[in-house]
């Protein structure tokens, strides 16, 4: 049964490829696998009557089986990884934070944007955690107020096939409400969405054949700013609460990510000689049961992140252990002159840091 889901799914994406195909010579189709406001939930959750769905490793197992037949596939994260603030009592939202990364790893992401749940447990804690991933994080409207350089990086180019795509990420001026170190933040300044953009998109429109705007906005913001601004091909949105939103959308296609990732985007986007862009097809594909989890990332997740925790707080701690045997080993070898001039020299960095 599981199976079937994958020779299913591989069917749909040859038919789709076809379609596709019969296009006017010289179209090339980029397709778009896309995640987003998971908060926190990177293994599978139980709904619709106890049935497991959503979590990393269904979704690798998805994007593998459209790997194979894709030769122009971009995998992005539209942020919100991270456990809310509210979740924190329940949870190790540092351990959770850290797997998710590793597993966004290892699945070959090629960029992620940054919400308010990133900036949750301090900045100081983002930058370490994210220093070992291979993907960027991109911020488009937030810098440093001394240097005005972004936090991550301001847009990133990549090369899909012989489709240049540039990514660009934006998050709403309150996004820092909720930071629990909010001294890590103080020399950050978030940018005006719509003002960052209209700086920015002059200068990406030069090196991309296709812009992606990734926002933690909300659909309604998202809608307005697209419909405001030229020089955006797409739009992938964290979710609002449409119900009370009139706008109307003037061509730009703004696609809202699945809530805590039950289901997993993917669209495709046409691109003629004349830098023409057309949204070819659009699907939200349902992780459930169904889906196989893919292994190699169980390995990094578990498959139960209250079990995975207390695994890795067990793992954690013996490293510390270790490390604390370690130091007292490399201490027990000096003299007390070489103590003391080290204490000497640790005291003066700390008042030089001051």
């Known amino acids: ?19 596709l195909s019969s ?3 010289g179209n090339k189709t980029v397709t778009i696998v896309y995640t987003g406001d998971l908060l926190g939930n990177i293994t599978s959750i139980r709904c619709c009557g106890g049935r497991l769905s959503g979590g990393l490793a269904r979704s690798a197992s998805v994007i593998k089986s459209i790997r194979s037949n894709e030769d122009r596939l971009l995998l992005l994260d539209n942020g919100g990884l991270f456990p809310p ?17 590793k597993a966004m790893n290892r699945m070959g992401y090629a960029a992620m944007n940054l919400g308010g749940n990133e900036f949750s447990l301090g900045a100081d804690f983002l930058k370490k955690v994210t220093a070992d991933i ?8 937030l810098v440093y107020k001394d240097s005005r350089l972004p936090f991550g990086e301001k847009y990133v180019i990549k090369n899909v096939g012989d489709v240049r795509v540039a990514i660009i990420g ?19 300044e978030i940018i005006p969405p719509k003002d960052a953009l209209k700086d920015l998109l002059p200068e990406v429109a030069k090196k991309a054949d296709l812009v992606i705007l990734l926002s933690q906005c909300g659909f309604e913001i998202t809608t307005l700013l697209v419909n ?6 797409l739009a992938i949105s964290s979710l609002g609460k449409k119900s009370g ?15 805590r990732g039950k289901y997993l985007g993917v669209l495709k986007l046409n691109v003629d000689n004349s830098g023409h862009v057309v949204l070819a097809e ?14 190699e990332i169980v390995k990094i997740t578990g498959d139960d992140i209250r079990k995975k925790i207390g695994e890795e707080r067990k793992i954690r701690r013996e490293q510390q252990r270790q490390e604390i045997e370690r130091e007292i080993k490399e201490l027990q070898k000096l003299s007390p002159q070489e103590y003391l001039e080290m204490q000497f020299k640790k005291s003066s960095e700390v008042g030089g840091r001051k």
């Open 85 to 101: 603030i509210e979740s924190f009592g329940r949870s190790s939202p540092e351990i959770v934070a850290d797997l998710g990364l």
């Open 134 to 141: 291979d993907f960027p994080v991109v911020t488009s409207n």
């Open 1 to 19: 049964m599981k199976k079937s889901f994958v020779l299913v799914f591989l069917s749909v994406i040859c038919l789709i490829s076809l379609s």
């Open 23 to 25: 296009f006017a010579d």
């Open 282 to 295: 659009n699907e939200m594909i349902k992780l459930d049961e169904s889906v196989e989890p893919d292994e």
């Open 170 to 188: 934006i998050m709403p001026s309150d996004s820092f409400k909720n930071v629990l170190e909010p001294q890590s933040v103080e020399n950050m």
């Open 228 to 233: 405001s601004i030229d020089g955006i091909d």
């Open 245 to 259: 939103f009139t706008g109307e959308n003037t061509g730009t296609p703004v696609l809202e990510v699945d809530y």
